[in-house]
């Protein structure tokens, strides 16, 4: 189990981090999409964690990559732009206050997974985490 998170982390840090960072500067669309995959697959392995063995150094390296990759949320957004693949919706940028409340919710929980030291705070994290996505996602992403 440790070593297979292990891997997932380090794939996780190895693939998506170089190409997040080549996309921003091509196409802020892409770029923000790559974000959001990542939160989701960072999530995913915090998720596995909580159902399982808690291992506090997997913890610790996918909640603070959650962490950081919840700052840079206001800023992915921040351009108006859109394309036919994107779920994005126009309220972003009319709210984009709240929708940077709403980042900054997910900054806050995924500093709560950060600080879990066993399995029953981790969970108490994800359902903060869980909230955050929910939060957002009903007013900012199209529902398919
Ligand atoms: C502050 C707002 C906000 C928060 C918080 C947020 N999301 Fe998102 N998410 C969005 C928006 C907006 C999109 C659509 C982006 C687009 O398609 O341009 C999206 C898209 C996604 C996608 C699809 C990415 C793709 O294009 O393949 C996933 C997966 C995702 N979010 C997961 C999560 C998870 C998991 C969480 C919580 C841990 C979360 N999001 C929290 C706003 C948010």
Known sequence: ?????????ALGVVA?????????HADPVAARMELMKDVGAQTKILGTIAKA????DAVQAAASALHADAQQIPAKFEANEMTEKSEALPAIWEN??????????????????????????????MGQ????????????????
Do not use: N, W
């Not at 981090?17 to 996309?23: D, G, I, L, M, T």
């Not at 909230?131 to 398919?144: M, Q, V």
């Open 16 to 24: 998506t981090v170089p190409q997040a960072f080549a996309e921003s």
């Open 96 to 125: 984009f206050d709240d929708f940077k409340d709403k980042a900054m919710a997910l900054e806050v929980a995924a500093k709560s997974a950060m600080d879990a030291t066993d399995t029953a705070t981790l969970g108490a994290a």
């Open 53 to 56: 063995d808690f291992d506090a």
């Open 1 to 9: 189990m440790k070593s297979t998170l292990a891997a997932l982390i």
């Open 129 to 144: 985490i869980g909230g955050a996505c929910k939060a957002c996602h009903e007013d900012y992403r199209l529902k398919k």
